[in-house]
Structure formats: C-alpha cells, structure tokens
C-alpha cells in the first residue's frame, strides 16, 4: 500500500508542476501567475477540491502523443469563498499555453455541468492561446460545448470570467456569454482576430493592448466589467463581487449585520443638487452616502459614464443600483448607457437583487449618430429590462424626469414598488426651454418683447411642471421626502418589499429588442 501511495502523491506532485519549471518561470516573467497560485489566492486557505487532475489529452498528431501533461492545461474544481461554495476554472497556459484540447474542454464543462446541479456560481480564470491547433476541429467542438453550457448556465447560477491572459478568436465568446469579465492591463487581451490580420484587412496600425487591452474593453468597447492593475487586486475584487450575489436564481444575496441604531438623519443630502437647475453634480455622493459604510461597488466605471450602476448594501442588504449621473452628458441616457443599464439590470433581476433606481435624467441623447445606430432599438433595452424586472424596484427623482426617459427610468407605471421624489425633482415632458418654445410659438412669435414673452411663459411652466407635486396628485410618486431622510426610507421600503412576488405571463422567453 505504502508503495501506492506514494505514486499517488508524486503523481499529484507532477499534475502540480503544470508544463514544468521552466515554463512556470516564464509565466511569472510575464508578470502573471501560475493557474494554481491564482486560485489560491481566489479561494478561502484549504477550500480547494480538484476534480480531474489525472486528465490527459488523447490526441496523437503532430508528436503530441509523447507530450502529455497531468491535468492537460486546466485546473478544476469548486472552493468557497467567504464560507460559500463556487466551481471553478483555470486555465494553465503553462501547458500548451492553455490551449483548448477535447479532454480541456471537458472539464470544464464537467464543473459547468456540476455547477448547474448543485446550484453555485462558476468562476473562469482564462489565460489561453484558443483552440489546441494539433486537434483541429475537436478543440472548435469543444468550445461550442462550452458556449452551450454557459448559455444554458445563464440566469441559472452567476457565471464570472477572469480574462488574465490571451483570450482570442471565437475563444471570446464564453466570457462574453457570462455576466461579468474582470481584465488585467497589459497582461490581459480579448480579440476577435489579432493585429496581424487587423493589419491585412484593414491595413490599421494597431497594438494588442490598444485592440483588445483591458482599458480598450473596459472604455471603448464595454466588454470589460473591470479592469485591474494587477492579477492580485483582480482576484480581491472578484471575491467583493461573489459578497453581493446569491449561489443561484432561487437563492438570495447573504445578508450583513446592520446596527439600525447607526441611522440619522443626513443632512449633507439636503444640500447636494444645486440650485440651477443647469449645474452639474456627483450622484455618486448620494449613492456613497446612501449606502451602506459609504461602500459603492461599482460595475463598469469606465464605459458609458452617463449611468452608473453597481452593488452595494442598504440596511445590510444587497442592492443593484441604477443611476442618472448629471455630472457626464447631463445624465442623457444614450445607446451605450441604455444597452450598460439594460445589461444589469436583467442581471439583477434575473438573481433577486432588489434595484435601486436614483433618476435625473434630461432624456434621451439627440442627434444623428444615435438614431442612425439605433438609440430605438437600444434604448428600448432598458425600457424592456425594468418592464419584465419583477424584484423589489425602488425609485428616487432627485431632479429631472423628463420625457420618455421618465417612463423608462422605473417609473410607476412600469411595476417600481415604491417611487419617491425630492422636493427638487422636475417631471414633465421635456425640459422648460423647449417646451415653451413649442407650446407658445405663436405667442412669442406675435409679442414685441421676444425674450421678456418667453421669460414669462418660462417662469409660468416653471411654476407649473418643474415640481414633483403634479406626478404625486396623481399617485405616480408615492411620496415626496426629505434628501435627508432617503436612507431609513429605503431601508423601511425594502425591508417592505422582501417578500414581494410578482410574476409575468407564461411564455417561452421574451423577444427584448436586440
Ligand atoms: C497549441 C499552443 C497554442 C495553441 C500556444 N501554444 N498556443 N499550442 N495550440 N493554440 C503553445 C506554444 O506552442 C508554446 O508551447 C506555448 O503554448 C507558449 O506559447 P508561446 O507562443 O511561446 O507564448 P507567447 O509568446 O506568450 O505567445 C502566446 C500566444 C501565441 C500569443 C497565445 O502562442 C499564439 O499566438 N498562439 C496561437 C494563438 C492562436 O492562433 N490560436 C488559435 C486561435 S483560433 P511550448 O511547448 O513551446 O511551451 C481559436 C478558435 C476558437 O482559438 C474558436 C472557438 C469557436
């Protein structure tokens, strides 16, 4: 027995070694680490359990059959974090530089698989030159495979790619298909093809970082989540992710202590929004000030930086959070902001996580570009995705709703639970300026005083639309609140709205205008 054993152990120690030394040393030389070390840092000390160690690739082309490594380039199993199980992926590019053979391909799709039964989240660590070439058309089997999973996986357990190396050709498509990519700069890259083909079609000049680089993708092409300085900080943020989300879709996000006591009434939201109605400010104050220990976790910082949405706790809860931010563009909601807010909010919904909707919002962007792209089509996204949402909704107007941006942006008529407004809030058509020059032509056109005509009439709409009290005669704002007093109310509203259901028709899926 004594003599098995120690095979047992020596053959652990060489599925440990990867691709060898050598090549670990050049790994690290790159500024990245080993599939292993990564997951030891992603996972709580001990909690890892291997599956399929002794896996080896079958194919027997191009010499391959005498270069076998234990484990043929992935490291599989599930761990906890934070006390909570996740499955997990990583992949090795110290063998073969993490290319995907069948055999690779089927170990992952044995911890997808594992995942959707158990009811827990995947974690992918991707650092991989794409499809094994010695085995051709198999290794491109194998990735369909795994877009399968995922896609079957989508909306069933929480699905995250850590992009910590190349990820190029239709390898992209399974983090693309899961909810959240995580990038590295300079050490991470996602391209659909690289430079050198780039080149010979387009004849465009172009590095790998500036093609598909983390802050390419985490601010051109929105295809990045977050980006990161270094893989270590990458992982720590991973694990701050995994603390808002639930393990599945019938499960709910782990709850904080929350010390009620520490309550008060916050003053410094009285004074936040300016007194002109034109002047820009930070929303992100009131959400660091709404939220619990002023801790906002923010998704996509650096693409459509109009909206803001992200994770963070109120009364100890997990909350997604949507915002206007009338410090970019006014808070215009154009393409990108819609397809971004539309995105995550279908995440949320689709994981029961409340949403917390904050609106000062002038409407949607003008212009041709937008309608020539599509600002229809994508900015019905986000109407699509809060109509269908069916988890507690909560909205505050802290200024402007205007026009259809206002129906969008959670209003009541599309299922928010409870919709607030400050005394601040505007909620008309459009903004006054326009509206006046529309709905009085014919009086301004006739007066002798243009301006003092238009600066009546101004002063006259004003008065009449600029206030939140019409939208809450009619019902459509629950209440007006005091700025300072958001907190206790958001905390009494969803504590409220816990065990809310709400269902939508039977139907296959819906068709959400792509
Ligand atoms: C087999 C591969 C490989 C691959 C790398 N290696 N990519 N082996 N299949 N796809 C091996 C190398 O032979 C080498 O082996 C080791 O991995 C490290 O590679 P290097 O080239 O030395 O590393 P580096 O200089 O860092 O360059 C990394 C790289 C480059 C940029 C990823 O290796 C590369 O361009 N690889 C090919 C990428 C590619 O074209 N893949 C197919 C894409 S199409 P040794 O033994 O020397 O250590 C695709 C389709 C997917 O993926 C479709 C899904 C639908």
């Given amino acids: 027995m004594q003599a098995k054993i120690e095979e047992l152990l020596k053959k652990k120690e060489e599925a440990k070694l990867g691709g060898g030394k050598e090549r670990i040393k050049n790994q690290h030389d790159k500024g990245k680490l080993t599939a292993r070390e990564r997951i030891e840092l992603l996972v709580d000390e001990g909690s890892f359990e291997e599956v399929d160690m002794f896996v080896k690739h079958r194919s027997t082309d191009f010499g391959l059959e005498k270069q076998k490594y234990l484990g043929d380039g992935v490291v599989t199993g599930t761990a906890k974090i934070d006390g909570r199980p996740v499955a997990l992926y990583s992949q090795d590019f110290t063998v073969f530089g993490g290319s995907l053979s069948e055999s690779h391909a089927e170990k992952i799709i044995k911890v997808l698989k594992l995942a959707m039964k158990t009811g827990i989240p995947v974690i992918g660590l991707n650092d991989s030159g794409g499809a094994r070439i010695q085995e051709g ?41 899961t909810d959240f990519i995580f990038m590295i700069k300079n050490t991470s890259y996602m391209f659909v093809t690289g430079p050198n083909v780039v080149k010979t079609v387009t004849h465009e000049d172009v590095s790998f970082e500036n093609l598909g680089g983390a802050e390419t993708h985490a601010s051109k092409s929105g295809v990045a989540h977050f980006v990161n300085e270094n893989e270590v900080e990458a992982i720590a943020s991973v694990r701050k992710l995994m603390s808002y989300l639930p393990l599945n879709f019938m499960d709910r996000s782990p709850k904080v202590e929350f010390d009620m006591s520490s309550i008060t ?70 393409i990108n902001a819609s397809v971004k807010g539309a995105r995550f909010v279908r995440f949320c919904d689709a994981f029961n996580i409340p949403l917390l909707v904050l609106v000062d919002v002038p409407g949607f962007l003008p212009g041709t570009e937008q309608e020539w792209n599509g600002i229809i089509r994508h900015g019905a996204k986000l109407l699509y995705a809060f109509c269908e949402a069916t988890v507690p909704k909560i909205t505050v107007i802290t200024r402007k709703a205007y026009g259809g941006a206002y129906d969008v942006m959670n209003s009541k008529h599309i299922r928010g639970d409870f919709n607030f407004a400050w005394p601040s809030a505007e909620i008309a058509v459009m903004g006054p300026k ?27 709409y004003i008065e009449k639309f600029a206030n939140p009290y019409i939208a809450a005669e009619r019902g459509y704002i629950d209440d007006v609140i005091l700025p300072r007093d958001t907190k206790i109310k958001l905390i009494n509203s969803f504590s409220l709205l816990e065990k809310k259901v709400d269902t939508n028709p039977r139907k296959k899926h819906g068709n959400i205008p792509l």
């Fill in 265 to 334: 009434p916050q003053e410094e939201l009285d004074s936040i929004i300016p007194d002109s109605p034109n002047k820009p400010y930070d929303m992100k104050e009131i959400i660091n000030l709404i939220v619990d220990d002023n801790d906002f976790f923010e998704v996509h910082s650096h693409y459509a930086e109009n909206i803001i949405v992200g994770f963070g706790r109120i009364g100890g809860r997990s909350i997604g959070i949507v915002a206007n931010q009338p410090e970019v563009l006014a808070g215009v909601l154009d």
């Fill in 434 to 460: 326009g509206a006046v020059e529309i709905i009085f032509k014919k009086d301004i056109e006739k007066s002798e005083n243009r301006e003092a005509e238009i600066e009546n009439k101004l002063n006259g």
């Fill in 137 to 177: 058309v198999v290794s491109l089997g194998g990735y369909a495979d795994i877009f399968l999973l995922n896609t079957l996986a989508s909306g069933v357990v929480p699905q995250v790619s850590v992009v910590m190396g190349p990820c190029a050709g239709g390898a992209v498509y399974s983090p693309a298909i």
